[in-house]
């Protein structure tokens, strides 16, 4: 089993930025594909992003595209989420998620293992 550990949240003005990290125990972190999804209370879990096991492959929900960016970094069995030009509207909690498998999943189910998340508000 995978552990996840998010953090990087916080509050910042709208415009601001914000850098998620997502920490992976164990030594597979480069076998799994990893998502990014944010959550608030009494809505779905929204598919933010996602990254091959290579880190080749990206892809990013329509909302954030072109301000939020994906990356990782197997050394450190890390995946980032850089979010640029924050609104209001992107106020959740941010989870990561992991999959055995590629990274062409937008659906919280086609995920293995989740973190706990981490708290981002975007102020106006």
């Known amino acids: 089993q995978v552990q996840l550990v998010e953090s990087g949240g916080g509050l910042v003005q709208a415009g601001g930025s914000l850098r998620l990290s997502c920490a992976a125990s164990?030594?597979?972190?480069?076998?799994?594909?990893m998502g990014w999804f944010r959550q608030v209370p009494g809505k779905e879990r929204e598919f933010v992003s996602a990254?091959?096991?290579?880190?080749?492959?990206?892809y990013y929900a329509d909302s954030v595209k072109g301000r939020f960016t994906i990356s990782r970094d197997n050394a450190k069995n890390t995946v980032y989420l850089q979010m640029n030009s924050l609104k209001p509207e992107d106020t959740a909690v941010y989870y990561c998620?992991?999959?055995?498998?590629?990274?062409?999943?937008?659906?919280?189910?086609?995920?293995?293992?989740w973190g706990q998340g981490t708290q981002v508000t975007v102020s106006s």
């Open positions: 998620a992991a999959r055995r498998a590629g990274a062409r999943a937008t659906m919280a189910d086609q995920y293995d293992y």
């Open positions: 164990g030594r597979t972190f480069s076998s799994y594909a």
């Open positions: 990254i091959s096991w290579s880190g080749g492959n990206t």
